[in-house]
């Protein structure tokens, strides 16, 4: 079991529309986009953009994993070698995920991607307009 893939890189904004129009000026495609925050992706890698009222978590960068079994199981490898995880949740975008800090204090989360990708909500919301 290993980390397949470094997916994500998640920052703190202060203005979510001056900080999506800059990420999309360098090419990045919008994905997720909520009052709080947001994820634009430039190939397979992404960039969260978290608002000033979003706080389920702060910056961090993200490993992903096709497979949710293996996120259940790295999430109780973590924890029976003593490190300090926070429950395994599941997201309004289709992922799952949890957080932890490294032995510097820098956090991560530990993120199930489903086979198809991080889904889009403007592309749903767009077949239901």
């Given at each position: 079991?290993?980390?397949?893939?470094?997916?994500?890189?998640?920052?703190?904004v202060?203005?979510?529309?001056?900080?999506?129009?800059?990420?999309?000026?360098?090419?990045?495609?919008?994905?997720?986009?909520?009052?709080d925050?947001?994820?634009?992706?430039?190939?397979?890698?992404?960039?969260?953009?978290?608002?000033?009222s979003?706080?389920?978590?702060?910056?961090?960068?993200?490993?992903?994993?096709?497979?949710?079994?293996?996120?259940?199981?790295?999430?109780?490898?973590?924890?029976?070698?003593?490190?300090?995880?926070?429950?395994?949740?599941?997201?309004?975008?289709?992922?799952?995920?949890?957080?932890?800090?490294?032995?510097?204090?820098?956090?991560?989360?530990?993120?199930?991607?489903?086979?198809?990708?991080?889904?889009?909500?403007?592309?749903?919301?767009?077949?239901?307009?």
């Amino acid at each position: 079991m290993g980390v397949e893939r470094l997916g994500h890189v998640a920052i703190r904004v202060a203005d979510m529309a001056r900080a999506k129009h800059f990420y999309q000026q360098l090419g990045m495609r919008l994905v997720w986009d909520a009052p709080d925050w947001a994820y634009l992706m430039a190939g397979a890698d992404g960039l969260a953009l978290l608002g000033p009222s979003y706080k389920a978590a702060g910056p961090h960068f993200a490993f992903h994993f096709e497979d949710r079994p293996e996120l259940n199981s790295l999430h109780a490898e973590l924890q029976s070698a003593g490190h300090s995880c926070g429950p395994i949740h599941d997201h309004r975008d289709g992922t799952a995920s949890f957080y932890l800090q490294d032995p510097e204090g820098n956090w991560l989360e530990m993120l199930y991607e489903p086979p198809g990708g991080i889904p889009s909500n403007l592309e749903r919301d767009a077949k239901h307009a």
